[in-house]
């Protein structure tokens, strides 16, 4: 399974834009780009996911590269409540099975 | 919809003893994963479901842990001969597989404490 890369914290105001990275050199022409993020105390939540070309949802946009090697999941304007550890992973639906790989993620704090 | 609910929230439980949690998944949702997370760390997967067979299980689901899915409806994880090294959230997940892709529902876990 191919493996992402991101920073363990990043920190923002509320209310300014935020944008976490990730890394994915080794990521296959298959492997879809997933964001999950967990809030203290419950589950994991999905947020956004691509393959090639930037993607836009009501919580977040994800930013490709052109040659996918990297991402970027947007937040456009921070709230306290986005306080989370984001995941980035990476997904192969037609080679791999369905799980999902978790690394550590990026634990992002808001601070009003 | 109510969304992926597990029983019990928490468990506390002595070592050897054996112990067993439920998932009830968004109705109609075809598929059901089991996932584990320790502290700090990422959840791990740990088994999955397409309806009630189930497709692949981990390394890390030793011969102590069992899960079932009968009628493809709710899930239950047992674990017997509990070990402090199992103390975890344990969190289901359910998605309904239409396309290439799907998205997983997560419920809030059962947190497991091993004496």
């Known amino acids: 399974d191919a493996k992402t890369t991101q920073p363990n914290s990043m920190e923002s105001n509320e209310e300014e834009p935020v944008h976490l990275p990730c890394n994915h050199s080794t990521i296959s022409g298959t492997d879809y780009i997933h964001w999950y993020r967990q809030l203290p105390s419950q589950g994991p939540e999905y947020v956004i996911h691509g393959l090639t070309s930037n993607v836009n949802n009501r919580m977040a946009s994800l930013a490709i590269a052109e040659d996918r090697k990297s991402s970027t999941l947007i937040l456009h304007r921070a709230t306290l409540r986005d306080a989370a550890v984001y995941y980035c992973?990476?997904?192969?639906?037609?080679?791999?099975?369905?799980?999902?790989?978790f690394g550590t993620g990026t634990r992002l704090q808001v601070f009003p | 919809d109510t969304g992926v609910s597990q029983d019990p929230r928490h468990k506390i439980t002595k070592r050897g003893q054996n112990v067993t949690f439920r998932c009830d998944p968004i109705s109609e949702h075809n598929r059901l994963y089991w996932y584990r997370q320790t502290l700090g760390q990422g959840p791990e997967f740990l088994t999955y479901?397409?309806?009630?067979?189930?497709?692949?299980k981990s390394r890390l689901l030793s011969d102590r842990f069992s899960a079932e899915r009968p009628k493809g409806s709710f899930s239950t994880l047992e674990i017997q001969r509990t070990e402090q090294g199992d103390s975890a959230m344990y969190l289901c997940?359910?998605?309904?597989?239409?396309?290439?892709?799907?998205?997983?529902?997560f419920g809030p876990g059962t947190r497991l404490t091993v004496l």
């Open positions: 992973i990476l997904r192969d639906p037609p080679r791999g099975t369905d799980k999902l790989i």
């Open positions: 997940a359910s998605s309904l597989r239409t396309g290439i892709t799907d998205t997983q529902y």
């Open positions: 479901f397409q309806n009630e067979a189930q497709l692949e």
